[in-house]
Protein backbone atom coordinates (compact mmCIF):
# COMPACT_ATOMS: atom_id res chain seq x y z
CA UNK A 1 0.00 0.00 0.00
CA UNK A 2 2.96 2.49 1.04
CA UNK A 3 4.58 1.89 -2.66
CA UNK A 4 1.29 2.16 -4.51
CA UNK A 5 0.83 5.52 -2.35
CA UNK A 6 4.37 6.76 -3.41
CA UNK A 7 3.95 6.24 -6.99
CA UNK A 8 0.26 7.79 -6.62
CA UNK A 9 2.17 10.90 -5.34
CA UNK A 10 4.66 11.13 -7.98
CA UNK A 11 2.11 10.69 -10.70
CA UNK A 12 0.41 13.50 -9.15
CA UNK A 13 3.45 15.55 -9.25
CA UNK A 14 4.79 14.48 -12.68
CA UNK A 15 0.52 15.58 -13.41
CA UNK A 16 1.30 18.86 -11.67
CA UNK A 17 4.94 19.72 -12.81
CA UNK A 18 3.20 19.26 -16.78
CA UNK A 19 0.50 21.72 -15.62
CA UNK A 20 3.01 24.57 -14.34
CA UNK A 21 5.32 24.10 -17.75
CA UNK A 22 4.61 26.76 -19.72
CA UNK A 23 2.01 28.54 -18.01
CA UNK A 24 2.41 32.47 -17.44
CA UNK A 25 3.94 33.22 -14.72
CA UNK A 26 5.39 36.54 -13.40
CA UNK A 27 8.82 37.95 -11.58
CA UNK A 28 8.41 40.78 -9.37
CA UNK A 29 11.22 43.09 -9.37
CA UNK A 30 9.64 46.41 -7.48
CA UNK A 31 11.13 49.59 -8.63
CA UNK A 32 13.51 49.02 -11.61
CA UNK A 33 15.89 51.41 -12.97
CA UNK A 34 16.74 52.02 -16.42
CA UNK A 35 19.57 53.03 -17.97
CA UNK A 36 18.61 56.40 -18.98
CA UNK A 37 18.03 57.10 -14.93
CA UNK A 38 14.43 56.88 -15.29
CA UNK A 39 12.36 54.28 -13.62
CA UNK A 40 9.59 51.53 -14.07
CA UNK A 41 7.67 51.31 -11.01
CA UNK A 42 6.68 48.04 -9.80
CA UNK A 43 8.16 46.03 -12.31
CA UNK A 44 7.05 42.99 -13.84
CA UNK A 45 8.54 40.55 -16.28
CA UNK A 46 6.45 37.52 -17.64
CA UNK A 47 7.93 34.53 -18.25
CA UNK A 48 7.05 30.29 -19.17
CA UNK A 49 9.16 27.29 -18.28
CA UNK A 50 9.23 24.27 -20.93
CA UNK A 51 11.21 21.19 -19.91
CA UNK A 52 13.63 20.28 -17.17
CA UNK A 53 16.02 21.41 -14.99
CA UNK A 54 18.71 18.67 -14.83
CA UNK A 55 20.70 18.08 -11.65
CA UNK A 56 23.80 20.74 -12.46
CA UNK A 57 21.46 23.55 -13.45
CA UNK A 58 23.36 23.70 -16.59
CA UNK A 59 20.62 23.03 -19.43
CA UNK A 60 18.87 26.42 -19.39
CA UNK A 61 18.08 28.29 -22.33
CA UNK A 62 16.75 31.48 -22.62
CA UNK A 63 14.84 32.66 -25.36
CA UNK A 64 13.27 36.37 -25.09
CA UNK A 65 10.03 37.84 -27.57
CA UNK A 66 10.24 39.06 -30.72
CA UNK A 67 8.78 42.48 -31.50
CA UNK A 68 5.30 42.38 -29.90
CA UNK A 69 5.30 38.84 -29.45
CA UNK A 70 4.97 36.83 -26.03
CA UNK A 71 6.29 34.01 -24.02
CA UNK A 72 3.15 32.08 -24.90
CA UNK A 73 4.27 33.01 -28.88
CA UNK A 74 7.42 31.13 -28.22
CA UNK A 75 5.89 27.95 -27.18
CA UNK A 76 4.80 27.16 -30.43
CA UNK A 77 8.63 27.20 -31.31
CA UNK A 78 9.66 25.12 -28.27
CA UNK A 79 9.15 21.54 -28.97
CA UNK A 80 10.49 18.31 -31.18
CA UNK A 81 8.62 20.05 -34.07
CA UNK A 82 9.86 23.53 -33.43
CA UNK A 83 13.39 25.44 -32.89
CA UNK A 84 14.24 23.93 -29.98
CA UNK A 85 13.92 20.59 -28.12
CA UNK A 86 12.16 21.00 -24.63
CA UNK A 87 13.26 17.54 -23.92
CA UNK A 88 17.05 18.34 -23.71
CA UNK A 89 16.62 21.56 -22.20
CA UNK A 90 15.24 23.78 -19.50
CA UNK A 91 13.84 26.44 -21.62
CA UNK A 92 12.61 30.08 -19.97
CA UNK A 93 10.77 31.70 -22.62
CA UNK A 94 10.35 35.58 -21.65
CA UNK A 95 8.21 38.24 -22.26
CA UNK A 96 10.45 41.34 -23.32
CA UNK A 97 9.14 44.96 -21.42
CA UNK A 98 6.56 46.97 -23.49
CA UNK A 99 4.34 44.08 -24.72
CA UNK A 100 1.48 44.33 -22.44
CA UNK A 101 2.48 41.50 -20.48
CA UNK A 102 5.34 42.75 -18.89
CA UNK A 103 5.39 45.71 -17.79
CA UNK A 104 4.16 48.24 -20.47
CA UNK A 105 2.21 51.46 -20.58
CA UNK A 106 -1.25 49.45 -21.02
CA UNK A 107 -0.52 47.36 -17.96
CA UNK A 108 1.27 50.37 -15.74
CA UNK A 109 -0.81 51.06 -12.84
CA UNK A 110 1.69 53.96 -11.45
CA UNK A 111 2.73 55.15 -15.08
CA UNK A 112 -0.11 54.49 -18.00
CA UNK A 113 0.40 55.09 -20.99
CA UNK A 114 2.66 58.06 -22.00
CA UNK A 115 3.33 58.44 -18.13
CA UNK A 116 5.33 55.03 -19.05
CA UNK A 117 9.26 55.53 -19.07
CA UNK A 118 11.24 55.26 -22.02
CA UNK A 119 13.68 51.67 -22.08
CA UNK A 120 15.91 50.12 -24.36
CA UNK A 121 16.35 46.49 -25.44
CA UNK A 122 19.48 46.88 -22.67
CA UNK A 123 17.10 47.53 -20.55
CA UNK A 124 15.20 44.67 -21.52
CA UNK A 125 18.18 42.54 -20.98
CA UNK A 126 18.81 44.09 -17.87
CA UNK A 127 15.62 42.96 -16.40
CA UNK A 128 15.84 39.79 -17.56
CA UNK A 129 19.16 38.97 -15.58
CA UNK A 130 17.10 39.98 -12.84
CA UNK A 131 14.45 37.37 -13.55
CA UNK A 132 17.25 34.54 -14.17
CA UNK A 133 19.53 35.78 -11.10
CA UNK A 134 16.92 37.30 -8.56
CA UNK A 135 14.04 35.67 -8.65
CA UNK A 136 15.03 31.96 -10.53
CA UNK A 137 18.52 31.85 -8.84
CA UNK A 138 20.05 30.97 -12.19
CA UNK A 139 23.61 32.11 -12.72
CA UNK A 140 24.82 31.02 -15.78
CA UNK A 141 22.92 29.81 -18.90
CA UNK A 142 23.31 27.16 -21.40
CA UNK A 143 22.06 29.46 -24.53
CA UNK A 144 20.40 32.07 -25.43
CA UNK A 145 18.29 32.29 -28.48
CA UNK A 146 15.98 34.89 -29.97
CA UNK A 147 14.50 35.96 -33.15
CA UNK A 148 14.11 39.54 -34.82
CA UNK A 149 13.74 42.08 -31.81
CA UNK A 150 14.91 38.74 -29.79
CA UNK A 151 18.03 38.56 -31.62
CA UNK A 152 18.74 42.10 -30.57
CA UNK A 153 18.24 41.31 -27.19
CA UNK A 154 20.46 37.96 -27.87
CA UNK A 155 22.97 40.30 -28.98
CA UNK A 156 22.77 42.67 -26.11
CA UNK A 157 23.40 39.29 -23.77
CA UNK A 158 26.30 38.72 -25.70
CA UNK A 159 28.08 41.38 -25.30
CA UNK A 160 26.30 43.04 -21.93
CA UNK A 161 26.79 39.74 -20.00
CA UNK A 162 29.68 37.85 -21.77
CA UNK A 163 30.16 35.05 -19.00
CA UNK A 164 26.84 34.63 -18.74
CA UNK A 165 26.05 31.92 -21.49
CA UNK A 166 28.09 29.24 -23.43
CA UNK A 167 26.17 29.85 -26.61
CA UNK A 168 24.53 32.31 -28.54
CA UNK A 169 21.92 32.08 -31.26
CA UNK A 170 20.43 35.22 -32.34
CA UNK A 171 18.32 34.79 -35.96
CA UNK A 172 17.34 37.49 -38.09
CA UNK A 173 18.34 40.28 -35.70
CA UNK A 174 20.66 42.88 -35.70
CA UNK A 175 23.83 44.17 -33.35
CA UNK A 176 22.97 47.43 -34.58
CA UNK A 177 20.59 49.00 -36.52
CA UNK A 178 21.47 49.62 -40.08
CA UNK A 179 20.10 53.08 -41.94
CA UNK A 180 17.84 50.48 -43.53
CA UNK A 181 15.72 49.49 -40.42
CA UNK A 182 16.06 53.28 -38.52
CA UNK A 183 14.44 54.38 -41.94
CA UNK A 184 11.33 51.76 -41.77
CA UNK A 185 10.96 52.14 -38.19
CA UNK A 186 11.06 55.72 -37.61
CA UNK A 187 8.31 55.79 -40.64
CA UNK A 188 6.32 53.44 -38.39
CA UNK A 189 6.90 55.50 -35.01
CA UNK A 190 6.29 58.72 -37.24
CA UNK A 191 2.76 57.50 -37.80
CA UNK A 192 1.79 56.81 -34.37
CA UNK A 193 3.16 60.06 -33.08
CA UNK A 194 1.34 61.94 -36.16
CA UNK A 195 -1.80 59.83 -35.44
CA UNK A 196 -1.71 60.79 -32.24
CA UNK A 197 -1.36 64.41 -33.13
CA UNK A 198 -4.07 65.22 -35.14
CA UNK A 199 -6.68 62.88 -33.20
CA UNK A 200 -6.71 59.68 -35.73
CA UNK A 201 -8.60 56.90 -34.51
CA UNK A 202 -6.74 54.26 -32.85
CA UNK A 203 -8.17 51.52 -35.37
CA UNK A 204 -7.08 53.53 -38.27
CA UNK A 205 -3.53 53.97 -36.65
CA UNK A 206 -2.90 50.18 -36.43
CA UNK A 207 -4.61 49.48 -39.87
CA UNK A 208 -1.96 51.64 -41.20
CA UNK A 209 0.87 50.12 -38.99
CA UNK A 210 -0.17 46.75 -39.85
CA UNK A 211 -0.22 47.55 -43.84
CA UNK A 212 2.79 48.38 -43.59
CA UNK A 213 4.60 45.77 -41.71
CA UNK A 214 2.80 43.31 -43.45
CA UNK A 215 4.39 45.20 -47.02
CA UNK A 216 7.71 44.63 -45.66
CA UNK A 217 7.85 41.19 -43.36
CA UNK A 218 8.08 39.41 -46.77
CA UNK A 219 9.34 39.83 -49.87
CA UNK A 220 6.95 41.34 -53.04
CA UNK A 221 7.20 38.45 -54.86
CA UNK A 222 6.32 35.96 -52.28
CA UNK A 223 2.97 37.97 -51.83
CA UNK A 224 2.71 38.11 -55.80
CA UNK A 225 2.83 34.19 -55.48
CA UNK A 226 1.23 33.35 -52.62
CA UNK A 227 -1.92 35.75 -52.32
CA UNK A 228 -4.52 36.82 -54.89
CA UNK A 229 -6.03 39.84 -55.72
CA UNK A 230 -9.37 39.26 -53.12
CA UNK A 231 -6.99 37.70 -50.45
CA UNK A 232 -4.91 41.19 -50.66
CA UNK A 233 -8.52 43.29 -50.13
CA UNK A 234 -9.56 40.67 -47.34
CA UNK A 235 -5.90 41.49 -45.55
CA UNK A 236 -6.94 45.75 -45.68
CA UNK A 237 -10.47 44.58 -44.13
CA UNK A 238 -8.26 42.74 -40.88
CA UNK A 239 -5.82 45.02 -40.48
CA UNK A 240 -8.49 48.02 -39.43
CA UNK A 241 -10.06 46.20 -37.83
CA UNK A 242 -9.19 47.41 -34.30
CA UNK A 243 -6.44 47.99 -31.86
CA UNK A 244 -5.36 44.76 -29.95
CA UNK A 245 -6.01 44.80 -26.56
CA UNK A 246 -2.15 43.55 -25.06
CA UNK A 247 -0.14 44.63 -27.78
CA UNK A 248 -1.97 48.06 -28.01
CA UNK A 249 -0.36 51.33 -30.18
CA UNK A 250 1.06 52.65 -26.89
CA UNK A 251 2.85 49.27 -26.34
CA UNK A 252 3.56 49.29 -30.36
CA UNK A 253 5.46 52.62 -29.84
CA UNK A 254 7.22 51.80 -26.67
CA UNK A 255 9.09 48.46 -28.38
CA UNK A 256 9.79 50.82 -31.32
CA UNK A 257 11.50 53.17 -29.51
CA UNK A 258 13.99 50.60 -28.04
CA UNK A 259 14.76 49.39 -31.22
CA UNK A 260 15.95 52.27 -32.31
CA UNK A 261 18.02 53.15 -29.42
CA UNK A 262 19.49 49.88 -30.19
CA UNK A 263 23.18 49.38 -30.21
CA UNK A 264 25.59 47.10 -28.44
CA UNK A 265 28.54 49.70 -29.28
CA UNK A 266 26.97 52.54 -27.69
CA UNK A 267 29.18 51.89 -24.43
CA UNK A 268 32.55 51.70 -26.88
CA UNK A 269 32.25 54.92 -29.18
CA UNK A 270 29.78 52.91 -31.84
CA UNK A 271 32.92 50.65 -32.56
CA UNK A 272 31.48 47.11 -33.73
CA UNK A 273 34.64 45.85 -33.12
CA UNK A 274 35.04 46.50 -29.62
CA UNK A 275 31.99 45.72 -28.50
CA UNK A 276 32.55 42.15 -30.44
CA UNK A 277 35.95 41.55 -28.55
CA UNK A 278 33.56 41.49 -24.90
CA UNK A 279 32.01 38.34 -26.63
CA UNK A 280 32.81 35.26 -25.28
CA UNK A 281 30.67 32.94 -26.19
CA UNK A 282 29.94 30.43 -29.13
CA UNK A 283 27.95 32.03 -31.80
CA UNK A 284 25.47 30.61 -34.10
CA UNK A 285 23.84 33.73 -36.28
CA UNK A 286 21.47 33.58 -38.88
CA UNK A 287 19.81 36.10 -40.95
CA UNK A 288 18.01 35.99 -44.41
CA UNK A 289 19.29 37.75 -47.58
CA UNK A 290 15.94 39.14 -48.07
CA UNK A 291 14.35 40.33 -45.25
CA UNK A 292 13.43 43.49 -45.40
CA UNK A 293 12.17 44.29 -41.72
CA UNK A 294 15.83 43.86 -40.24
CA UNK A 295 18.57 43.75 -42.40
CA UNK A 296 21.14 41.60 -42.47
CA UNK A 297 24.09 43.20 -42.82
CA UNK A 298 25.60 44.31 -39.62
CA UNK A 299 25.08 40.81 -38.09
CA UNK A 300 27.01 39.55 -41.21
CA UNK A 301 29.72 42.00 -39.80
CA UNK A 302 29.62 40.33 -36.56
CA UNK A 303 30.23 36.91 -37.94
CA UNK A 304 33.54 38.02 -38.54
CA UNK A 305 34.25 40.27 -35.87
CA UNK A 306 33.37 37.26 -33.30
CA UNK A 307 34.37 33.89 -35.64
CA UNK A 308 30.59 32.77 -35.38
CA UNK A 309 29.31 30.08 -37.69
CA UNK A 310 26.88 31.66 -40.03
CA UNK A 311 23.35 30.97 -41.55
CA UNK A 312 22.33 32.89 -44.58
CA UNK A 313 18.92 31.81 -45.73
CA UNK A 314 18.01 33.58 -49.29
CA UNK A 315 13.77 33.35 -48.79
CA UNK A 316 11.87 34.68 -50.80
CA UNK A 317 9.37 34.30 -46.77
CA UNK A 318 12.01 37.15 -46.18
CA UNK A 319 12.00 38.54 -42.38
CA UNK A 320 9.52 34.94 -42.04
CA UNK A 321 12.06 32.93 -43.74
CA UNK A 322 13.15 31.27 -40.65
CA UNK A 323 9.33 29.85 -39.69
CA UNK A 324 9.68 28.84 -43.74
CA UNK A 325 12.71 26.92 -43.28
CA UNK A 326 12.11 25.54 -39.87
CA UNK A 327 13.08 21.80 -40.25
CA UNK A 328 16.22 22.87 -41.86
CA UNK A 329 16.96 25.77 -39.39
CA UNK A 330 15.97 23.43 -36.55
CA UNK A 331 18.97 20.74 -37.32
CA UNK A 332 21.43 23.16 -37.80
CA UNK A 333 20.01 24.54 -34.02
CA UNK A 334 20.06 21.12 -33.30
CA UNK A 335 23.61 20.00 -33.97
CA UNK A 336 25.04 23.26 -32.50
CA UNK A 337 23.46 22.72 -29.47
CA UNK A 338 24.57 19.18 -29.18
CA UNK A 339 27.73 20.07 -29.39
CA UNK A 340 29.84 19.64 -26.62
CA UNK A 341 26.72 19.35 -24.71
CA UNK A 342 26.07 16.07 -22.38
Not at 188 to 201: A, C, E, H, K, S
Request: glycine share 8%; with cysteine.
Amino acid sequence: MRLLAKFSLLILLLQLSTLIAGKQQFAYLGDFKLENGQVIKECKIGYRTFGKLNAKRDNVVLFPSWFGGASEHLGKFIGPQGLIDSSAFYIIAVDALGNGISSSPSNSRLQPGEKFPTFSIADMVNSQYLLLTRHLQINHLYAIIGGSMGGMQTFEWMVRYPDFMEKAIPYVGTPQLSSYDYLFWQQLLNILTIGWRYGVPADTIRGQLSSLTTLNIRTPGWVVENWTMPQVKAQFKKFYEGEPQIFTNQNFAAQTRAMLLHDVSKAYGGSLQKAARRVKASALIIVVQTDHMVNPIKAIQFVDLIHAQKVVLNDSCGHLGIGCNLKKVAQIIKKFLENQHE
